[in-house]
T-cell receptor, first 116, second 112 residues
Framework: DTAVSQTPKYLVTQMGNDKSIKCEQNLGHDTMYWYKQDSKKFLKIMFSYNNKELIINETVPNRFSPKSPDKAHLNLHINSLELGDSAVYFC???????????????FGPGTRLTVT | GQNIDQPTEMTATEGAIVQINCTYQTSGFNGLFWYQQHAGEAPTFLSYNVLDGLEEKGRFSSFLSRSKGYSYLLLKELQMKDSASYLCAVAVEAGGGNKLTFGTGTQLKVEL
């Protein structure tokens, strides 16, 4: 019973291609996230959705477009892939944080993207 | 913006105690999380602190001082499987929710 799942686990593609990564959570959470972890292991938030609405949108190139068809899914589409996009992309989910409340985030296994 | 500092690497002996420090500067602070990440795996939640003081969970404890912008993670009775990266993350309010900003992580190596 996987809590947060991502597909694919590995993705190798050429510069200029368009690719998508899918994420699903079965925890009943309202909030989902995309993170990028670079080669130096620095984990940085990209996007967050709460009940299918975008609530966090960091300074990310507009080649990256998240889509949340329902609150259990958050997909990431990347257009015109560049070498610098090579990284591990993690999806995560949490219960709605609420004002002043804290709910831990559960991470998926990651998608290792290699752009050649 | 946020500035989060933690040591890059630490080494400790099996059975010992190790303390991993984290200092931060931020506005809109909503709490501090600690995550563990083994090589090639996803980060997993360890603990969080909202108020000043110590939170204990088995072999792991985390401390927070909001006035000093300081937290530490204490690992007791170290085991070889504790060798991993430990990530400090500050939660700030953003867009009606909470946004986590992670430090660069502390790579802990446990030796015999």
């Amino acid at each position: 019973d996987t809590a947060v799942s991502q597909t694919p686990k590995y993705l190798v593609t050429q510069m200029g291609n368009d690719k998508s990564i899918k994420c699903e959570q079965n925890l009943g959470h309202d909030t989902m996230y995309w993170y990028k972890q670079d080669s130096k292991k620095f984990l940085k938030i990209m996007f967050s959705y709460n009940n299918k609405e975008l609530i966090i949108n960091e300074t990310v190139p507009n080649r990256f477009s998240p889509k949340s068809p329902d609150k259990a899914h958050l997909n990431l589409h990347i257009n015109s892939l560049e070498l610098g996009d090579s990284a591990v992309y993690f999806c995560a989910s949490s219960a709605s944080p609420g004002r002043g409340g804290l709910n831990e985030q559960y991470f998926g296994p990651g998608t290792r993207l290699t752009v050649t | 913006g946020q500035n989060i500092d933690q040591p890059t690497e630490m080494t400790a002996t099996e059975g010992a105690i190790v303390q991993i420090n984290c200092t931060y500067q931020t506005s809109g602070f909503n709490g501090l999380f600690w995550y563990q990440q083994h090589a090639g795996e996803a980060p997993t939640f360890l603990s969080y602190n909202v108020l000043d003081g110590l939170e204990e969970k088995g072999r792991f404890s985390s401390f927070l001082s909001r006035s000093k912008g300081y937290s530490y993670l204490l690992l007791k009775e170290l085991q070889m499987k504790d060798s991993a990266s430990y990530l400090c993350a500050v939660a700030v309010e953003a867009g009606g929710g909470n946004k986590l900003t992670f430090g660069t992580g502390t790579q802990l190596k446990v030796e015999l």
